[in-house]
């Protein structure tokens, strides 16, 4: 019998989101790119969706979770 090994679902754990403004990412693997822009004050990640220019809140576990964007417009 062969084992199938460790695999992560779980996004990586990150201490300060902070750390995250700046980065470009997608939403989803095919979704808009957008821009990590601020943190709130409940601790959620503010994201702006580079084409439309739009912004959301969105909890950290899910932006981690978003691939980084390769390109964008």
Same mark, same amino acid.
């Given at each position: 019998?062969?084992?199938?090994?460790?695999?992560?679902?779980?996004?990586?754990?990150?201490?300060?989101?902070?750390? #995250?403004?700046?980065?470009?990412?997608? #939403?989803?693997?095919?979704?808009?790119?957008?821009?990590?822009?601020?943190?709130?004050?409940?601790?959620?990640?503010?994201?702006?969706?580079?084409?439309?220019?739009?912004?959301?809140?969105?909890?950290?576990?899910?932006?981690?979770?978003?691939?980084?964007?390769?390109?964008?417009?």
């Amino acid at each position: 019998m062969q084992s199938q090994g460790f695999e992560e679902t779980h996004a990586a754990y990150i201490s300060d989101p902070r750390k #995250l403004i700046g980065q470009v990412r997608r #939403l989803g693997d095919a979704g808009p790119a957008y821009e990590v822009v601020a943190v709130d004050e409940q601790g959620k990640v503010v994201i702006e969706v580079i084409h439309s220019g739009g912004r959301a809140a969105f909890p950290v576990e899910e932006v981690l979770e978003d691939p980084m964007a390769e390109t964008f417009p």
